[in-house]
């Protein structure tokens, strides 16, 4: 395909979208060069759209959550043309610190597509080989939905949830409402927080979550308190990137709990120091995920504990999506899972 061009769609600065042509990238040693064929929308694309995205720079084109089939590869032993894959986005050193003892989510030299380099709002990439996540039987769709998954199975891999469990996530969005079927499948009691009554309505018909909680219409203090008995959420889970629903979480924590931030801002994080102390709380941070919380989630598609099909809210041609994305941030768009399809 060398000296062929593709369609792009680039930010170019926040709030605005122009679609390019590129010529696709030359394959080198080690790489796969796949057809995009789905790309999911997240809260790091809307972020980015609007300017308030951390570890980012303009122009960019956005886009991780991929899936696609494998046109050429540099010889490769482990991918066959034509093969329907996902991609993991992250790419790492392989030798920093955080690389060396399996933490290579948090690679000193991370690299994530779509957000630090260019990603998958165009019609062909180039990724490395190891980056490649096989199909599995799954469907283009599903396959797209692997990573989002993935970071909520992530944060709550890391927070080590026992059966039983008080667990409040707070946010219902795509990536809150992953961590709400983990939690559930360690065998939480998951209790779900959102100021959006579409995505409450979801969380109790599609993933049987029990108590939800909509703090602009009740106490949501009073109300927890209630549900746990006085105890209180002995894992507390931020799932929104809203710099005042993080600095205010703390709040809703059991005494020894945990408090883990999957939400991401740009902003400080600021507590009560006494009411930080006094609980002995954890913080934690999840960022990303890896190939264990990706084989996770392909077992769990397989196996029908998780069904991306029902996420999928919005769909639109690749060729609509500069026209259409100021609407994604509209009232009562009822958004879960945008998903961006190429002819």
């Keep these: 395909m060398l000296d062929k061009k593709m369609n792009v769609l680039v930010c170019n600065v926040p709030g605005l979208f122009s679609y390019e042509e590129k010529l696709i990238p030359t394959l080198l040693n080690g790489q796969v060069l796949v057809q995009v064929k789905r790309v999911g ?18 122009p960019r084109i956005l886009g991780h959550e991929i899936a696609g089939i494998i046109i050429d590869h540099n010889g490769s032993v482990l991918c066959n043309n034509k093969d329907e894959v996902s991609i993991l986005p992250y790419f790492i050193c392989g030798h920093c610190i955080a690389c060396k003892n399996g933490r290579e989510n948090c690679c000193v030299h991370l690299q994530v597509f779509g957000v630090h380099i260019d990603g998958g709002m165009c019609e062909y990439i180039v990724v490395p ?6 199909g599995a039987g799954l469907n283009l769709d599903a396959l797209a939905m692997i990573e989002p998954f993935s970071i909520g199975a992530h944060g709550m891999r890391k927070a080590q949830i026992k059966k039983n469990e008080n667990v409040l996530i707070i946010g219902a969005g795509a990536i809150g409402l992953g961590a ?29 979550i029990k108590h939800t909680i909509n703090p602009l219409e009740e106490n949501a203090f009073d109300k927890l308190k209630v549900i746990t008995q006085n105890e209180m959420p002995t894992v507390v889970v931020d799932a929104t990137g809203n710099q005042k629903a993080i600095n205010s979480g703390l709040q809703y924590l059991a005494h020894g709990g945990k408090y883990i931030l999957i939400g991401l801002q740009k902003g400080e994080l600021i507590f009560s120091h006494p009411e930080f102390h006094k609980r002995e709380t954890t913080l934690m941070s999840s960022r990303n995920a890896n190939r264990l919380d990706f084989e996770w989630v392909i077992e769990h598609m397989k196996n029908g504990q998780i069904k991306p099909e029902h996420y999928i809210s919005h769909r639109y041609q690749f060729k609509d999506l500069k026209n259409v994305f100021e609407s994604f941030y509209e009232p009562g768009a009822n958004i879960i899972k945008i998903m961006i399809e190429f002819d």
């Design 180 to 208: 709400m079927e983990y939690a559930s499948i360690n065998g939480a009691n998951v209790i779900a927080m959102e100021m959006d009554n579409n995505r409450l309505n979801f969380a109790r018909n599609n993933l049987n």
């Design 129 to 134: 080989e190891q980056s490649i996540v096989k």
């Design 41 to 58: 929308i997240c809260g790091t694309d809307l972020h980015a759209y609007k300017g308030t995205q951390p570890y980012f720079n303009y």
